[in-house]
């Protein structure tokens, strides 16, 4: 018991004990992209700050509506950068982009408009929600 006891004091006066000063763990954050391509520059944005204090977090971008836009091949920021460029960027470190497809069906859009690295759910809101309940991710809307 004297042991433990010393254990502890040392862990306490370290800042060690209950502090988070411990590895960081793997945040798991579902980023919700709806309102289109400013909303996308600020959410792509926050994903990089999150994955430099963070590299370990599991990131998933569900976009549905306007929301899609930043996926289009050849799609610009307000000051001429390709989104295309970030997204890539992004999913070499992990981060995963889903596009509804209702968004698709009610937009009439083809997925041939999308970059590559967009991958396809049957519905954003519903894959935001499974994500939450399901799957224990955080949610954030920039």
Known sequence: MKTLLAMLAVLSITGCAGSGAGPVGPDKVVYHLGEGLDQASNGLRNI???????????IVVVAHAQGVDYLFKDAKDKNGNSYEVAVQDLKR????????????????LSKSRFI???TYVPSGVAEITRLQQREGYAYLRP
């Open 48 to 58: 990089r700050n999150h994955l430099e204090v963070n590299p370990k977090a599991h």
């Open 93 to 108: 470190q992990g981060v995963q982009f889903d596009v509804c497809e209702i968004t698709l069906r009610n937009r009439k």
């Open 116 to 118: 590559e690295e967009a």
